[in-house]
């Protein structure tokens, strides 16, 4: 059961790795000078011990400068001019996904895009188009793919994919027409499918046990892998899922699913491959990504490590 799996804890990243130290504290008690202290010695009998009192005044780093956007989950610096800039940015394109323009469609037949399906229908009934390219592809799709790797990566915290990876890898793109211009489209969701060779198969809750309680291990037939009860031996598998990501204001529409058939039917030209039949792994899912893979692939689905 998806709700008992674990999964791994990913730290959200922020945008300043440190914030600018505090200067130092200053000690607030008048020093007199030697006249006067001469002055005051001779007049009076020796004075008391008396207790100085000293007060500390503070340059109080107010944390509430560093906010967490409710909406992408970014921790930004408020008042930072970059650090908003980049905030705004990213949050703009995890919540309506980034173009698809003009300029990527000019590069489309040299880059190999693939239209790999159309007409395809979401539960809010709006329709769009899944496309298909190499994950190492370079020009202007290159970078456009580089762009929305990195928010995808941040949103995530995760790594970036290595040249390796992607070099293994193909992109496939859930782009929806946009609502301001015909020659555009927006890209709502995105699969990096990734050519693998081992996966190991995730346990049933039967097969495991005390995996609520986090101290007590597995029984001995069980591994973890990426903070979900799994069986260690690998088994032969073709396609990993390194990457899903959907646009959050495009969520629960079925962007993923469509995505995921379109890469298990397409990944291998003339074998599609069944979730279903252990042949589709997901590396390190998050919460929504375990609900989803459970839910596409019917219990199936394995785990592979990156
Ligand atoms: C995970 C994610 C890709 C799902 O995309 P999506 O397009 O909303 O997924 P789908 O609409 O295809 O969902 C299919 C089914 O998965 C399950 N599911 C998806 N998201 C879920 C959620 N947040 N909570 C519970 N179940 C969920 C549901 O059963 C859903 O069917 P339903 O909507 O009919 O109930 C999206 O939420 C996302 O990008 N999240 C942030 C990034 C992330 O966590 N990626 C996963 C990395 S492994
Ligand atoms: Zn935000």
Not at 60 to 72: E, F, G, N, P, V
Not at 108 to 122: D, H, M, N, P
Not at 157 to 166: C, D, K, Q
Not at 216 to 234: D, E, K, N, R
Request: net charge positive; proline share 8%.
């Amino acid at each position: 059961m998806a709700s008992t799996l674990k999964t791994y804890s990913r730290t959200k990243r922020t945008l300043l790795s440190s914030l600018p130290s505090s200067p130092p504290s200053v000690l607030a008690s008048p020093t007199p000078t030697p006249k006067a202290k001469a002055k005051k010695a001779a007049a009076k009998p020796p004075p008391k011990a008396k207790a100085k009192t000293f007060t500390q005044l503070h340059f109080c780093i107010d944390q509430t400068i560093l906010r967490t956007c409710a909406l992408c989950g970014l921790s930004y610096t408020k008042g930072a001019p970059d650090d908003e800039a980049l905030h705004k940015a990213h949050c703009a394109r995890v919540q309506k996904g980034m173009e698809w323009g003009r300029e990527e469609e000019k590069e489309q037949l040299a880059a190999g895009v693939v239209e790999v399906a159309s007409g395809v229908k979401l539960k809010d009934r709006k329709k769009g188009r899944i496309i298909c390219f190499k994950a190492d592809v370079g020009g202007k799709i290159g970078s456009k793919l580089s762009t929305l790797l990195n928010t995808i990566n941040l949103a995530l915290s995760s790594p970036s994919l290595t040249p390796e990876i992607l070099q293994a890898s193909k992109v496939y793109l859930f782009l929806t027409p946009s609502i301001t211009s015909t020659l555009r489209e927006k890209i709502v969701g995105c699969v990096i499918a990734q050519q693998i060779s081992t996966a190991v198969a995730i346990a049933t809750p039967t097969e495991y046990s005390g995996a609520c309680e986090p101290p007590s291990p597995p029984s001995p037939t069980t591994t973890l892998v990426g903070g979900i009860f799994c069986h260690p031996a690998p088994l032969p598998t073709p396609l990993g899922i390194s990457r899903l990501f959907v646009s959050s204001t495009h969520r629960r529409q079925g962007v993923a699913s469509h995505l995921l058939t379109a890469a298990a039917e397409t990944f291998v030209l003339g074998c599609p491959l069944d979730p279903r039949k252990g042949q589709v792994a997901f590396s390190q899912p998050t919460g929504d990504g375990s609900a989803v893979m459970h839910r596409w692939g019917g219990g199936g689905v394995r785990i592979y490590e990156e």
